[in-house]
Structure formats: C-alpha cells, structure tokens
C-alpha cells in the first residue's frame, strides 16, 4: 500500500504541480547519502555558495538542527520534510547527490537532471561487479523495481581512468559518465598550491592538537563489520603506542570508521600516550596536514595520492576480507603503496619513514580543479 501510495504522488501529483509550478534554471539543490553535512555534495556545495552568485544553491538537511546550523553559517538550508523543500524539489533544474536520489527526496520531477558525484573511488567491487551487492539488485530486478542506478542523468567519477569500471558496474551509458574530478578533493589541490591557506589549515589543526613539529602519520582503517578484525586494529594501536619512542619525534593521528566510534572510544584513548584521537576533526582537512596515510581498503587512499606523499597499506586481513566483501578492482602491488602485512611490518615503516617508496602517479585517479570543472559542465546543461 505504502509503495502504491509513493507512486501516485511520484508519477500522479508530482507531476500535475509541475504544470502549475515553473522551473527555475539557476536553482540548484544538494544532498548527501551520509545524512549529514559532509562528502563530495558539501564541497561543491560550498563551491557554489561562496563563489557563483549566478545559482541560487540549497543544502537539503535530514536534521532541523543541522540545518539551522548551516543557515547561520551563511548559507541556504531547507529542512527536508516541509513544505518549502517539497516546492524547492519542484522548481529545481538540477539536484546534486552523493549516493541516491534521496539524499535530497524520495522522488523528483522527470525534467530535473540528477548529477551525483558518488563518495569516493572503489578498491573492492560494488554493483553488478559485486556477489555481495548483486543479491539486492536481482532483487529489485525479480521484482520489477527501477533500479537507483537508473535515476541518475550523470555520473561523475575522479578520473577519466575509472569511468569504465563505473560504467561496467552500474550499466551506465558512456554518455553519461564525466570524469571531472571528486570536489572533497579540491582542499587538498588549494592546501598544496596555497600558502596562505595552507597556514590557515595547519594553524586550526596544531591549536587543538599540539603537535606541530611531530611527523603526523594518519592511520584511518575501513569498516569491516568482523570482530576479529576490529580487535587486530587495537591490538596494533597498542602496540605501535608502545613503540614509538618519544626520539621518533611521530605521533599517530587515528581515525576510526564513523560505525566503529563505540569501540575506538575515549576510555581506550586514554591510556595511549602516542596516539591521538582525531575522529572529530575533518577527513580532507587530516588528509592536508598528514606526511604519511596508513589505510587499506578505503577510498581514502586515491585522494591522498593527490600530496605525493608515502601511503601504508596495513593489509593484515586481506583474504578474510575478499571473502566477505568481494574482489578487488586493484592489488596493492599495482597501485604501488607499501605493504604491511602484520603489526611487526607496519611499525617498521612507522620507525624509518626514510625507506618508504612512493612511486604511484598522483593524477593517475584523481583530476584538479574539480569543482570548475563541475561546474563548467552544469552551466552547459543549463545552455
């Protein structure tokens, strides 16, 4: 009934009120699958708002205080279950997301054009490419079901490198995938070429921190849903936290997956004395201030290619982990990280920075200049 109900307001009503309602061609509206203020649709966001006053831009929050949050930071916000989002929705040109349609509605009008930027660049499989995934796409294919793949006008990937993976793995026409860079990547292009503003990005990060003569080494591993796994991570916190001598002059800067919070939580940071907790602070922001990124299964790893800088792959699980998530698009030894297997392996790398390799090609998955790049594209759509 439920189902019914959404398609008559969807094919029925929606589009009865866009016969009484005009488009406007400069309103543009984002939203974000995170359900928070945060991904590539807050960076373009943000672009807009600050630099284009041709476009009127909105942010779609899930959450009333969110929203009045980012209203008093200078920007327009609607809440997204009033009245107001509901006309926004219906007098957009073109909406802006990160995962699905609903990050800004459950349904949208035919003639609003649907960009979504995604939210990173994949290691392991997804889609059709994916045993994992493909169980709820024969689903909705069993079912008669319109998959979300097919609502999306646009698809925008890091690179042009990437566009046929993503074309192979959600069926997507060539025509529409651009690849023109990921927006949460153009702090870090801005924070490399910048003075000022590389200053401005180290000066908030070393007055809540203090460690500004340290080599800043940032350790952000993957949700993986395994106990097993989880526990391995704090049994090598603990052991890295032992070792690192204070001569090193090095601290960790840990951040957990957003679902791990609860584990990785103040009572366990408290008896580290060389590890800090840094799960509140902005991802890009660490990405920026970072001299070395140990990572392993996460889309992290393409956007700090981007510094030129070492890249750690702690792989301690990595067969567990193909067998409960999938293949992977890339190996390690192709993507050309250094490769820990074990704590003993890591801790090497972490005490002589110096042997660190860095022979992968920064540009090679990653593209500068993406948000006027984005938003030269838009104003074509818009032409």
Known sequence: MKKFLLYLIEKILFNFLCRLVPQKKDLLLFGSGFKRFSGNSKFLFEHYSNTNIEYESYWISEDKNEARQIREMGFKCSYKWNLKTVFLVLRAKVIIISHNIKDVFPFITRRTSVINLWHGTPIKTIGFDSKKERVWIDKYIQEKRVLPYEKWDYFITASENLNDIFSKAMKLEESKIKGLGLPRTQIIYNYLNDKKNQNEIDNR???????????????????????????????????????????????????????????????????????????????????????????????????????????????????????????????????????????????????????????????????????????SFINELNN
């Open 205 to 375: 990060f070393d007055e809540v921190y203090k460690v500004d003569s340290k080599l800043k080494i940032l350790y952000t591993p993957t949700f993986r849903n395994d106990e097993t796994s989880t526990l391995k991570i704090k049994e090598t916190l603990l052991y890295i936290n032992q070792n690192i001598k204070k001569e090193n002059n090095a601290v960790l800067l840990f951040k957990p997956h957003p679902l791990d919070k609860e584990i990785f939580d103040m009572t366990f940071f408290n008896t580290l004395e060389n590890i800090i907790d840094v799960s509140s602070y902005d991802t890009q922001e660490l990405l920026c201030v970072s001299d070395v990124l140990i990572t392993d299964y996460s889309s992290i790893m393409f956007d700090f290619m981007i510094t030129d800088k070492p890249i750690i792959s702690y792989i301690f699980d990595l067969n567990n982990y193909i067998n409960q998530n999938g293949d992977l698009y890339f190996s390690f030894e192709r993507l050309k990280t250094n490769i820990a297997k074990n704590k003993e392996e890591l801790l090497g790398f972490i005490l002589n920075k110096n042997e660190l390799r860095n022979e992968y090609d920064p540009y090679e998955f990653n593209m500068m200049n993406s948000c006027e790049r984005i938003e």
